[in-house]
């Protein structure tokens, strides 16, 4: 198994111009996940999914739009790039049942600055 | 809101000492708590997960402990070695949230 795989690993932007982060799993994970992280900080959550066709916002969605078509593929769409948008970007996702624990599987993640 | 906190920020060790990472979290009503390493550049391994109905974990030199009523974890290494130097990130997942709210980390460096 790849496990979580993400392209590109880096990316510069202009303001102003948008891109697509794209996350892929091959485990037959039901939930997917997008982060940000910046500098010498930890991770918050921008979107997350529970299955295909079902999207929900996490602490940080606003600059960002998410689909999620097919269990394998969650791409994360990042529209009018800015500034405050330069982070490190990872991809994770878990089998996860009600009451059931959450372990979490990580992409290498997407390093992308807008200049 | 959930909120989590990993103090030190940054911590420098000689080789051999054995050693303890701090996390602490504000709401008690957790699910899990996970211990992760990230390398510098690289995503995130996950090391331990505790869940909640659990006192600790223990995976090779690693141990980690969780008390829900004082809202704290710890990491404990024995024996540290230089490639152990990394960052050391915990994270809690709320009761039905199927969501992780992360520490700010605690980078690591163990001296040869």
């Given amino acids: 198994n790849a496990g979580v795989t993400q392209t590109p690993k880096f990316r510069i932007l202009k303001i102003g111009q948008s891109m697509t982060l794209q996350c892929a799993q091959d485990m037959n994970h039901n939930y997917m996940y997008w982060y940000r992280q910046d500098p010498g900080m930890g991770l918050k959550l921008i979107y997350y999914s529970v299955g295909a066709g079902i999207t929900d916002k996490g602490e940080v969605p606003n600059g960002y739009n998410v689909s999620r078509s097919t269990t394998e593929d969650f791409p994360l769409r990042l529209e009018l790039a800015a500034p405050s948008q330069t982070s490190v970007y990872f991809c994770a996702s878990s089998y996860s049942l009600v009451f059931s624990y959450n372990e979490q599987f990580f992409g290498p993640g997407t390093r992308l600055t807008v200049l | ?112």
């Fill in chain 2, 1 to 112: 809101k959930q909120e989590v906190t990993q103090i030190p920020a940054a911590l420098s060790v000689p080789e051999g000492e054995n050693l303890v990472l701090n996390c602490s979290f504000t709401d008690s009503a957790i699910y899990n708590l996970q211990w992760f390493r990230q390398d510098p550049g690289k995503g995130l391994t996950s090391l331990l997960l505790i869940q909640s109905s659990q006192r600790e974990q223990t995976s090779g030199r690693l141990n980690a402990s969780l008390d829900k009523s004082s809202g704290r974890s710890t990491l404990y290494i024995a024996a540290s070695q230089p490639g152990d130097s990394a960052t050391y990130l915990c994270a809690v997942e709320g009761q039905g949230a199927q969501k992780l709210v992360f520490g700010q980390g605690t980078r690591l460096t163990i001296n040869p």
